[in-house]
């Protein structure tokens, strides 16, 4: 039930784009998307709802496919402060708060 | 205003202990969810708090984990007979108000509890 994240990992320069991708095997009733830097708290970023939605807000937005049970995750221009893991949450047919989080993916920003 | 707290920050005990680990929510929060967060790994949900009682427990690893809310702020995450498994960062996380259908809300985390079983 674990939704699958991709790439693991990735490098960029400053100024670059980034795709994070989510995938599940199961029905979504929405996906939330969190930013953890090593050794903190899980920072929430955004929570999209199925149906098919996108959202954003700075240079950060996402999108979701509640057909094809998958959201992705658009990072423009990166910032050094960009830096950290992403993880993206689900929650299945019902909403219970319960969230099942990706692996992570790894992001890595630099000069 | 204040975040999610947790006390303590690390935690190391020998195996067989018992140890306790405290969360003090975003006050007025009325949901309260634990996670377990191994190395490299996203969090991993073990109980959901509605107020006072457990709404969803089906994330505790077996009886030896227990959780309690009294008075509906306050949890305390209670392992037994701790094994070395066990050994993670804890993480609370606390919502303003109980998930609905048709509505969403976001989970505020707290720095979590570095547990280490020796």
């Known amino acids: 039930q674990q939704p699958v994240q991709s790439p693991q990992a990735v490098i960029l320069r400053e100024g670059e784009d980034a795709v994070i991708n989510c995938s599940s095997s199961k029905a979504l009733y929405s996906v939330h998307w969190y930013r953890q830097k090593h050794g903190e708290a899980p920072i929430f970023l955004m929570i999209l709802l199925k149906g098919g939605e996108q959202k954003g807000h700075d240079k950060i937005s996402a999108s979701f496919n509640g057909k094809k049970q998958q959201s992705s995750l658009y990072l423009t221009a990166s910032q050094l402060s960009y830096s950290g893991t992403y993880f993206c949450?689900?929650?299945?047919?019902?909403?219970?708060?319960?969230?099942?989080f990706g692996q992570g993916t790894t992001l890595q920003v630099k000069p | 205003g204040a975040g999610v707290s947790q006390t303590p920050s690390n935690k190391v005990t020998e195996k067989g202990k018992y140890v306790e680990l405290r969360c003090d929510p975003i006050s007025g929060h009325t949901a309260l969810y634990w996670y377990r967060q191994s190395l490299g790994q996203g969090p991993e949900f073990l109980i959901y708090f509605q107020g006072t009682g457990a709404a969803d427990d089906s994330g505790l690893p077996n009886d030896r984990f227990f959780a309690v809310r009294p008075e509906g702020s306050v949890s305390t995450l209670k392992i037994q007979r701790t094994e070395r498994g066990d050994s993670a960062v804890y993480l609370c996380?606390?919502?303003?108000?109980?998930?609905?259908?048709?509505?969403?809300?976001?989970?505020?985390f707290g720095p979590g509890t570095r547990l280490t079983v020796l």
């Open positions: 996380a606390s919502s303003p108000v109980p998930p609905q259908r048709g509505s969403y809300n976001e989970q505020f």
């Open positions: 949450g689900t929650e299945f047919t019902s909403n219970t708060g319960k969230l099942i």
